[in-house]
């Protein structure tokens, strides 16, 4: 399998992932939402063309029609997080192009006509923005954007206007979540304009203690300044996550160690899993990896497993659709051959 | 009641989601809303319900009076009371045509209305030909008042050639 989530990345015992995203909009065209059926394949024809009709990024990218998609192979897209479930609702005349190492897609027809998304494992928020610049220069070559010199690039909603950036990185962040800390940081988060979500939505406690991190401005502040406000903060909840790691292991050993290594003979012993409570062990397994508690599994085959049961993936994997009881036993299965447990 | 997905559990959470536009409601089961929830689609946090909240405040606001003037976008259609109601706008030409009401928006949204970053090749050079243009005629002021006028030839010529790019 290839894609982001098999490379190990700096930073990975709290950072999953690194994104960075561009909105961009052509200039001669209505945004997406007042698009004629023309113009939406007009634009979608000029993207697709851009890139591979360009030598070097042909080799590398690969198109897909939205509107041809199963509705099980969209919600996989949207769990690798290639394209957003936005997008995987459209109705219009919608796609994406993904590069072959999955760390960059370009949506085409979203909530803008483009959003440019580029994923690194771990703490990486310079390079995704560094590959987020390059392709953007590439389509620039072809494309005409909406820019204007006050409010620089014109987006459909006024909340991604000016850089039309949003930098955000995934946190596991089980240790603030069990002392309770997180509150604080949530609370000081929103006081400087910085986002908190949880894995797929707002069910923080849900999605195995994964926080998503991001700017809420856009306009004002260059590209570089976003990146490094969400550094500088990722930095300080690194530092308080892992401070608090130590705080617990060293105040009583064996309640963390008992508590990891249930988890980790539940996720590798059960035979129905749902997704809720997987997610659920799995937090308990990676903060055990993290911690060398358990030896030998590596965090990269954690991000596998962690999109492998998701529920838009199992079916895809499995190739026909599942009912929510088959699914848990699928998802018992795959965990334990991942984690080579023979029983 | 049973849940209305699986059919088999009682439902007991009340699942509200907008598709399209269209607010669906369904009665699910908590593992099924769960489900729901974590599949990715719509969250029932929405961030055109928490905009069109913040931009009606400017609603109350004296100076602007939107129930006797309505702007609608030549472009697109988009009249300014629709995108208060829905948070979003419908083609770039709207931003010109709600000009000042729309610039108070967004300097509440992200405290600025003046963009700081990158801009596309083509208008970055444009921007730099402009303020080169600036620059040149200020020089040719000063050579004119100074009576150096095959200085201020040369600078009118330069001028020139930059006003045809």
């Given at each position: 399998m290839p894609g982001w989530y098999v490379e190990d990345g700096p930073e990975s015992d709290v950072v999953v992932s690194s994104r960075v995203r561009f909105a961009r909009n052509f200039e001669e065209y209505p945004f997406p939402s007042k698009m004629t059926r023309e113009q939406g394949q007009s634009v979608l024809n000029a993207v697709r063309d851009a890139v591979l009709n360009n030598s070097s990024a042909a080799k590398n990218f690969v198109f897909i029609d939205i509107q041809q998609m199963s509705p099980i192979d969209r919600q996989a897209l949207v769990e690798m997080h290639l394209i957003s479930p936005d997008l995987a609702e459209s109705q219009k005349q919608s796609g994406v192009l993904i590069s072959k190492d999955e760390k960059i897609s370009i949506m085409i027809n979203e909530e803008d006509h483009l959003r440019i998304q580029c994923i690194y494992p771990g703490m990486q928020l310079d390079q995704a923005l560094d590959l987020c610049i390059k392709v953007d220069g590439l389509l620039e070559e072809n494309i005409r954007y909406a820019f204007d010199d006050k409010y620089g690039y014109l987006t459909c909603c006024p909340t991604n206007i000016g850089t039309g950036m949003r930098a955000s990185v995934m946190l596991h962040l089980p240790a603030l979540t069990m002392t309770g800390y997180i509150r604080n940081i949530l609370d000081a988060c929103s006081k400087i304009g910085i986002a908190v979500r949880g894995l797929y939505g707002e069910n923080s406690e849900a999605s195995g203690n994964m926080f998503q991190i991001s700017n809420?401005?856009?306009?004002?502040?260059?590209e570089e300044e976003i990146a490094s406000n969400i550094k500088n903060i990722t930095s300080q909840i690194i530092e308080h996550e892992r401070s608090l790691r130590d705080q617990l292991y060293k105040q009583n050993p064996y309640r963390l160690e008992d508590k990891v290594l249930r988890s980790f003979g539940l996720f590798t012993n059960a035979r129905i899993l749902s997704s809720e409570e997987s997610l659920k062990l799995l937090s308990d397994v990676r903060l055990g990896v993290n911690m060398g508690i358990i030896k030998g599994i590596s965090t990269e085959k954690l991000n596998e497993i962690m999109l492998l049961i998701q529920p838009g993936y199992l079916q895809k994997i499995t190739g026909k659709p599942l009912s929510p009881e088959e699914r848990d036993i699928k998802r018992a299965e795959i965990v334990r051959n991942k984690l080579g447990c023979s029983i | 009641m049973l849940c209305q997905k699986c059919h088999k559990r009682i439902a007991n959470v009340h699942f509200t989601r907008v598709v399209n536009n269209q607010k669906v409601e369904m009665f699910l089961c908590e593992q099924c809303a769960n489900e729901e929830g974590q599949m990715g689609f719509e969250a029932p946090l929405s961030v055109s319900e928490f905009l069109s909240g913040i931009m009606n405040f400017g609603n109350s606001a004296p100076y602007v009076n939107l129930a006797s003037s309505d702007i609608v976008c030549e472009k697109c259609g988009m009249s300014f009371q629709e995108f208060q109601k829905i948070g979003k706008l419908g083609c770039s030409q709207c931003y010109r045509t709600f000009g000042e009401r729309l610039k108070s928006i967004l300097k509440r949204l992200h405290g600025s209305a003046q963009h700081n970053g990158r801009m596309p090749k083509k208008v970055s050079e444009s921007i730099k030909i402009s303020r080169e243009i600036e620059r040149l005629k200020e020089l040719l002021n000063e050579a004119i008042k100074n009576e150096e006028y095959e200085k201020a030839a040369e600078l009118r010529d330069r001028i020139r050639n930059l006003e045809v790019k």
């Open positions: 809420q401005v856009t306009l004002g502040q260059s | -």
